[in-house]
């Protein structure tokens, strides 16, 4: 802790153990049950989950209430201790350590909060400074570390203020700043933007980014709101009832969706959510002369192509724009397009067809 | 107001406050030393929380509550023996010294219990985090944090130590309530009492006035940028 203070990372060790590809966070047939307590019986919070976040890489866990997102992070810092299962982290099996082996760890474990946390009677400088204090390092090591954090995270010119002189959004970077003080590699986010509006949100999302990629810091980050994942996720695991039920890219994720949860989730971004005069007019079955709905993700380089003029002519068959969205996840073009065609069973067939040849995906909605 | 009092009473007066202040300062202080850790071992002690011992807890709890219940007229009559091994004597200012802090002890250690408590959970959960153990979540968290509240808890006490300080008079312990008992009321001095009241008012006012102040300066959740 005595080494000269700069706000790059050590350089990189030689990997250890036998991984082929370095995960800095790995989950494996991990299990958490929280006994049974008078009146309560055993609830089982997280069954069987494996999970790997790659080195570097920022990982969104998306869940409902309830679904174990909560559990599954204070898992990483040993919070909580898994009940069956291992979970390493940057090396180390947290789940085989004592407490003073897990106190140890922490220290490399940055974590931030959904109410941030701050002790109200230290300014932004002593907040940002307790993890140091509580690590032994010396006041003028403190210094030379806790003045360029708080440049990093812009905050500067709040250095003596009180958390109560600070806006949800500045709070949220001196958590930041806390959190980064004793150089972790891993930095845990438990819902830290749910208490903000959008705007500020957004900023901190940045922030997150910009520590994700100038650090080389890994992170594992909490949420029930897609819309975190989309900016800031490189990968998503959707965690339903404990277990985790799908996971992969997040683009792949939002343009192939799997599974309902996961479905369900993407709705409520990315346009897909149907206007309301036309989602309370939505059956499941074909009315004479009406319409079929249907959904195209367009992805990559398709984004911009002119599927449905193409469509339209190979066909001949009218298409009818319900409602179009271009978007960017990830840095990649992904585009929503809903449409009405005629509802006969063999001219939605062939559309699908011909939607499916571009390698884009294709569904059916329903009928209006 | 001290023109109708003679020079002989004024000074009986001066003698008997400085007796209070002196017991309400040692019993405050020992009473602070041994109710503090126990309050906090009694807030952090559950089972669950950063020292975990569910059985003591609760021996400790129902001590603590057994004392409190007790009237403390009662409480100085029926630890006479302890008082005499204490202070060698169970009469006067000194020995008045021994019931009061066995009466304040618990009653702080409750009051220091429930201002840690009042500390955001949230707050300890971080510096878990952040690697503390659980004596640094004491000194580092939980005692800063709850300053402001242990300062007005303090200053509750001591303002009870006032009263109670008054009571021993009743049965030899010097100060005040002595002297408002001796003159004022055996030998009929109605204007002794009065002064006795006063003064009583005045050092309440003045503990009081100071813990708040105090209090205030050290709470630092409801400021104006
Ligand atoms: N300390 C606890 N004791 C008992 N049950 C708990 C505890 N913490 C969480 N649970 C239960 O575990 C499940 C998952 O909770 P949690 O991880 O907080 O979910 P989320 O953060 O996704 O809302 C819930 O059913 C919850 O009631
Ligand atoms: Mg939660």
Redesign the pocket.
């Known amino acids: 802790m005595n080494a000269p203070f700069s706000i790059l990372p050590p350089p990189p060790e030689v990997a250890r153990g036998t991984d082929v590809t370095p995960s800095t966070i790995r989950f494996e047939h991990v299990g ?1 049950s ?2 049974a ?1 008078r009146g ?1 019986p055993e ?4 069954t069987d989950v494996d999970l790997a976040v790659p080195e570097g890489a920022i990982l969104g866990v998306i ?12 898992l990483v810092n040993g919070l ?1 201790r898994a009940t069956a299962g291992r979970i390493v982290v940057d090396g180390t099996d947290i789940t085989a350590l004592n407490e003073a082996g897990l106190r140890a760890a922490r220290r490399s474990i940055g974590m931030i909060f959904q109410h941030f946390n701050l002790l109200a009677r230290r300014t932004a400088y002593e907040n940002v400074a307790l993890p140091l204090e509580i690590a032994g390092v010396s006041a003028r090591a403190i210094k030379e570390r806790v003045e360029p954090l708080l440049d990093l995270v812009g905050l500067s010119d709040k250095r003596d203020r009180y958390p109560a002189e600070l806006s949800g959004g500045q709070k949220q970077r001196v958590g930041i700043a806390r959190a980064l003080a004793s150089r972790p590699r891993v930095l845990l986010s ?2 830290a933007t749910s208490a903000l509006d959008p705007e500020t949100t957004n900023q901190i999302l940045a922030l997150l980014r910009k520590v994700n990629a100038e650090l080389n810091l890994t992170v594992l980050l ?1 949420t ?1 709101e897609m819309s975190v994942i989309k900016a800031v996720a490189d990968r998503v695991a959707v ?1 339903d009832g ?1 277990r985790i039920v799908e996971e992969g890219p997040t683009y792949d994720l939002f343009a192939r969706p799997q599974h309902p949860t996961t479905r369900s989730f993407i709705a409520a971004v990315a346009g897909s959510a149907l206007p309301p005069y036309v989602a309370a007019r939505l059956k499941d079955t074909p009315a004479p002369g009406g319409e079929a709905l249907v959904r195209i993700v367009f992805t990559g380089d398709h984004a911009t192509d002119p599927v449905l003029s193409r469509i339209s002519r190979l066909l001949g068959v009218d298409v009818n724009i319900i409602q179009a969205q271009v978007d960017e996840i990830a840095g990649r073009p992904f585009g929503v397009i809903v449409v009405g065609i005629p509802n006969a069973p063999e001219t939605v067939a062939a559309v699908l067809r011909s939607v499916e040849q571009l390698n884009l995906s294709a569904e059916v909605l329903g009928y209006v | 107001m001290f023109d109708i009092l003679s020079p002989a009473i004024v000074d009986l007066l001066i003698e008997a406050t400085k007796a209070t202040l002196y017991m309400v300062a040692v019993a405050g202080l020992i009473g602070t030393a041994i109710g503090l850790p126990l309050g906090v071992f009694l807030a952090t002690s559950r089972s ?1 929380e950063l020292f975990a011992a569910p059985w003591l807890n609760h021996v400790l709890g129902l001590v603590v509550n057994a004392a409190r219940s007790t009237p403390f007229i009662i409480l100085v009559v029926a630890i006479i023996p302890f008082t005499r091994l204490i202070a060698g004597t169970s009469i006067g200012t000194s020995a008045a010294i021994v019931p009061l802090t066995v009466a304040a002890a618990p009653f702080i250690a409750r009051l220091i219990e429930a201002a840690i408590r009042e500390v955001d959970q949230g707050l300890v959960e971080a510096a878990r985090a952040m690697g503390a153990s659980p004596l640094q979540i004491v000194g580092k968290v939980l005692l800063p944090e709850a300053l402001p509240a242990i300062t007005l808890a303090l200053t509750l006490a001591v303002v009870s130590l006032i009263g109670y300080s008054a009571m021993v008079g009743a049965v030899g312990g010097g100060g005040l309530g002595d002297l408002g008992i001796r003159f004022g009321y055996q030998r009929f001095m109605p204007e002794v009492m009065a002064a006795v009241v006063i003064v009583l008012i005045l050092l309440v006012q003045a503990v009081q006035s100071a813990g708040d102040l105090l209090a205030r300066h050290l709470d630092k959740r409801n400021r104006r940028g």
Not at chain 1, 43 to 46: C, D, G, I, M, Y
Not at chain 1, 63 to 74: D, E, N, P, V, W
């Open positions: 958490k929280y006994p307590r309560t609830v089982a919070a997280l869940g409902r209430s309830g679904a174990g997102k909560s559990t599954l992070i204070r909580e438990d819902e909490i029930h965690l404990g | 669950g």
